[in-house]
């Protein structure tokens, strides 16, 4: 009986993944990033039939199982170790985050020093295909597929705090949970939504998505499968902070994007 499950399952998981490999679609770049300040936000709904937003915005990424990680341009990488005045230290001179993302989180991480918050180490950032095949043979039960992980779009890195073998209970993860939001940044996968995620709370991976997506998550409470479920329902909407004005859209391929309103 088990030989025959054997013979069943292994072929089935593999013509899934090449199944999700497949339908991998190319719509890759990172959010845009004003300054990142103490943001007061009011969101207003418009209707539909509002006149669609104009100009270039970045379409907002979901990564994972159903929705395989887009192909990245190496050169929008940056290495991590070769960056002056980080705030933060490496477990490694190998890792890597696209430029976006790594001037966000150097701005987050100089913030959090600003406020006495310091000790951060980045333990993994961007991963190949080849890294993340590796990383998903260590830790089968762990690590996302390859193709389905956040890690190979050089859009998350996994963060710890020295001295702490449980960073949920360390002053450097209550300081980015209060903060990354005015960041850009997310928790990914928080422990109050394994069920829309599809994966265990991860207290350490946090994805870059931009502002204003992350700001708006962080009010509404929203995961990122919830905040796209939450545009796409409403179309467009309208927010608003510190006097920058935006408009959030989805698109008729769902894709969504924010604008600097008019
Ligand atoms: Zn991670």
């Known amino acids: 009986m088990k030989k025959n499950l054997r013979r069943w399952v292994l072929p089935a998981a593999g013509a899934l993944l090449l199944a999700a490999v497949a339908l991998c679609v190319y719509y890759f770049a990172p959010g845009p990033a004003p300054a990142a300040q103490a943001l007061s936000q009011q969101l207003v ?48 001179s190998e890792i890597a985050l696209t430029n976006e993302t790594f001037q966000a989180a150097k701005r987050m991480f100089t913030a959090a020093a600003h406020d006495g918050v310091e000790g951060f180490i980045i333990s993994s950032g961007y991963r190949n295909r080849q890294a993340q095949q590796a990383e998903y043979e260590a830790q089968p039960t762990l690590a996302a597929l390859p193709g389905a992980s956040e890690h190979e779009s050089g859009l998350a890195f996994d963060v710890t705090a020295y001295g702490h073998r449980d960073f949920t209970r360390t002053p450097q993860y209550a300081w980015l949970y209060a903060n990354c939001w005015d960041y850009g940044f997310i928790l990914r996968y928080p422990s109050d939504k394994t069920q829309t995620t599809g994966t265990p709370a991860e207290s350490w991976h946090y994805r870059y998505v931009g502002l204003p997506h992350s700001r708006i998550m962080g009010e509404r409470g929203l995961c990122l499968e919830e905040y796209l479920d939450y545009i796409r329902t409403a179309g467009v909407i309208r927010a608003e902070y510190q006097g920058q004005a935006w408009l959030i859209e989805a698109d008729s391929q769902g894709v969504v994007r924010a604008y600097p309103a008019p």
């Open 45 to 92: 709904a418009l209707t539909p039939q509002s006149s669609p937003p104009t100009g270039q915005g970045a379409p907002l990424v979901l990564i994972n199982r159903e929705h395989p990680c887009p192909s990245i341009a190496p050169d929008t990488l940056v290495n991590l170790y070769a960056q002056k005045d980080r705030g933060f230290s490496l477990a490694s």
